[in-house]
């Protein structure tokens, strides 16, 4: 029978992962890819964990549970971080899929629809609730512009992203030229990366209930897309946008001060492949590999991706593949759900009865990157 799911290992969790298989409990840190409707295919995977969560059955009660992501992945983050995480991740997935645009939306139009969708996210009203969670601890990956990116007119912005692109293409730590990573985290306890390996500097911001939508709407501002987000409280004056565009698929170099059997990161993806930014799409720019050291990978399998509808999972272009046609849009959308629904219950069942043991591969630089 046709498996649904991969399980990747790093090299420090591999050996515990074949000798003793893994405890939920000692999960510490949760990872959220950017990727837009990509993430369609870990909505029941989300449900999974919001389910464990809301039990106190992921990590330990006493010890904070760290949930950091870029873009789509810091809103999904966020959902479970909330005081009723299996609710909040299913208004998301509903307000998410039923975006509405016309035919040729303007970027204020698709800025304002995802505000409509941030709304169902987190209101207001229960943004307290993130600091009231006595183990979650959220951590929203954005950039701040540099020299250039500036402006939201159309021109400027494509010449700004072009350079910006050139620039890593030739190497990735030019990037710093033009981008600062700025990540708004929960202050009460600190987040377990060490930023000071990384080729980009990195600014910590303290968290709040006063910034912490305008932080998550940053954190998805596509450039040419949607509308850049400005002087976001707390945080250095300045134009920020999406944090998928220096971290993608966040490639960190976790920190957990305990041995491998008593700590891990659960990387929930939709790709074996770990793209560091979201320039990298057009290059093979290969990850550290030593940052993948404690990460468990899950992501489906080629045949599952292949028995989808054209071979893949939802991604952005279905905006335009299925313009004015939202029903079908949404049909075809359901078919990727469906289907990880299938991924994640087969990863829970081989996490409870051992067989992860003969499921679980290393990772290595080809799958990592």
Not at 99 to 117: D, F, G, M
Not at 142 to 155: A, E, K, M, P, Q
Not at 237 to 265: A, C, M, N, Q, T
Not at 335 to 358: C, L, Q, T, W
Request: proline content about 6%; hydrophobic content about 40%.
């Amino acid at each position: 029978m046709a498996r649904h799911v991969r399980i990747l290992a790093g090299a420090s969790i591999l050996p515990v992962v074949r000798d003793e298989g893994i405890k939920l409990e000692n999960v510490r840190i949760i990872v959220g890819a950017a990727g837009g409707p990509k993430w369609l295919i870990l909505y029941h995977f989300d449900r999974y964990l919001a389910a464990l969560i809301a039990h106190r059955r992921l990590g330990k009660e006493s010890v904070p549970l760290h949930l950091i992501g870029s873009s789509i992945g810091a809103w999904r983050m966020a959902a479970l971080c909330q005081k009723d995480p299996l609710r909040t991740i299913d208004e998301f997935f509903d307000a998410y899929m039923n975006q509405r645009y016309s035919l040729n939306p303007s970027v204020r139009e698709i800025t304002a629809e995802a505000v409509k969708i941030l709304n169902r996210l987190l209101p207001q009203e229960r943004a307290q609730d993130l600091f009231d969670n006595p183990q979650c601890r959220l951590s929203i990956i954005t950039v701040r512009h540099r020299i250039i990116g500036l402006s939201d007119n159309t021109f400027p912005l494509t010449c700004a992203v072009a350079v910006i692109g050139l620039a890593n293409f030739i190497k990735r730590s030019a990037l710093k030229y033009f981008l600062k990573r700025v990540v708004f985290s929960d202050t009460r306890d600190s987040l377990p990366v060490d930023f000071s390996k990384d080729v980009l500097s990195t600014e910590i911001i303290p968290l709040s209930t006063v910034n912490v939508r305008k932080a998550l709407l940053a954190t998805g501002s596509i450039p040419l897309v949607m509308e850049s987000i400005r002087d976001i409280p707390g945080a250095p004056p300045g134009v920020y946008r999406d944090g998928g565009l220096i971290d993608y698929h966040p490639d960190l170099s976790y920190k957990l001060d305990v041995s491998p059997e008593h700590g891990f990161v659960l990387y929930p993806h939709y790709t074996d492949r770990i793209i560091p930014g979201w320039f990298d799409k057009y290059r093979r720019r290969m990850p550290n590999i030593s940052n993948m050291s404690r990460v468990l990978l899950i992501c489906p399998t080629k045949t599952l991706v292949e028995n989808l509808p054209g071979g893949k999972i939802p991604d952005r272009n279905d905006f335009y593949a299925f313009k004015g046609r939202d029903t079908e849009r949404l049909l075809y959308w359901m078919k990727a759900v469906d289907a990880g629904k299938r991924m994640a219950d087969e990863f829970f069942e081989a996490v409870e009865s051992g067989k992860i043991r003969e499921y679980v591969e290393p990772v290595n630089a080809r799958q990592g990157g």
